[in-house]
């Protein structure tokens, strides 16, 4: 697997992740792109974001609304279920398992 | 973008071959189960098996503690939100309430990432004139349309009371905020 891989998937792991950590399951691209640099040093541009994010959405791992030039994201069952790792999405990194 | 971010770190300056690495090491920082040494050591033979240099202790250190500050204030912005908007719950949202939602969290973010100083509300005034303009976009009556304006505006202005009350912000920086957010105008 291509380094550009592993950080997609990885990122795609963290995206979902920091969605069910919200009280609402949703978060903004913007602030998921800011999280992505700060915490995991996956420094990218929106454009960047929008583009896993319309890919989870594909996958059915999340949900996207379109506000502008800024994705509104919600994380769906699915997701979730990657999450917490009842199944597994071909594609995103598999959550290391609970301590 | 880099305003006020200054100088790159030296774990910023490797190159592209070192990204599964580094985001490796960022994982670890973030479970918090291990040393950053340990961690430290063990991203630099990786780093040296791809003839990369090693990072330094210093630098690591410099990064483990703008993570660890990150993480802190993702909690505190959560705990906020959720203290602040009991009422969107995932099921009771509108295109509405959906934006306001996200705009009380990007007003707390910002906020909290100003210490308190004098803060430019970049993010939060990006989306709400995003909304706006989605509305004014919309195949709507000029009737139905100046009326979802309004509902917006009044909505998003209580929310950004609530944020100010609960963060202590000034009454006058709240009302400088509303303007500049939603073009309210202040009340002579």
Redesign the interface.
């Known amino acids: 697997m291509s380094a550009d891989q592993i950080i997609r998937e990885h990122a795609r792991l963290i995206i979902l992740r920091d969605l069910a950590e919200q009280p609402d399951g949703r978060w903004n691209s913007e602030a998921l792109r800011e999280d992505l640099e700060e915490r995991w040093a996956i420094t990218k541009t929106r454009e960047w974001v929008h583009d896993e994010l319309r890919w989870l959405a594909e996958m059915g791992a999340a949900t996207v609304n379109e506000i502008g030039s800024v994705l509104i994201a919600k994380l769906t069952q699915k997701g979730l279920d990657h999450v917490e790792r009842r199944r597994v999405i071909t594609g995103v990194k598999r959550p290391s398992p609970a301590e | 973008m880099a305003e006020g971010r200054g100088r790159l770190s030296s774990?910023?300056l490797l190159p592209?071959?070192a990204?599964?690495d580094?985001?490796w090491?960022?994982?670890q920082l973030?479970?918090r189960?291990r040393t950053q040494e340990e961690i430290r050591c063990e991203l630099n033979e990786m780093l040296e098996a791809k003839g990369l240099p090693g990072i330094s202790k210093s630098a690591f250190n410099r990064?483990a503690v703008?993570?660890a500050s990150?993480?802190r204030r993702?909690a505190e912005s959560?705990a906020l939100?959720?203290g602040l908007?009991p009422q969107?719950?995932?099921e009771r949202?509108d295109?509405t309430n959906?934006?306001i939602?996200?705009l009380i969290?990007?007003l707390i973010?910002e906020m909290l990432d100003s210490d308190g100083k004098d803060f430019s509300p970049k993010?939060a005034m990006?989306?709400s004139?995003?909304?706006l303009?989605?509305i004014q976009g919309q195949k709507l009556s000029t009737e139905r349309r100046s009326k979802a304006v309004e509902a917006f505006k009044e909505e998003a202005g209580k929310a950004v009371d609530k944020v100010a009350a609960k963060t202590g912000l000034s009454a006058e920086t709240r009302e400088r905020l509303k303007a500049e957010l939603l073009g309210i105008q202040r009340k002579p």
Do not use: C, H, W
């Open positions: 774990i910023d592209e071959e990204r599964d580094i985001v090491a960022m994982a973030n479970e189960s990064k703008r993570v990150a993480a993702l959560r939100f959720e908007a969107f719950t995932p949202v295109q959906l934006v939602g996200e969290k990007v973010t993010g990006e989306l004139r995003a909304y303009a989605t």
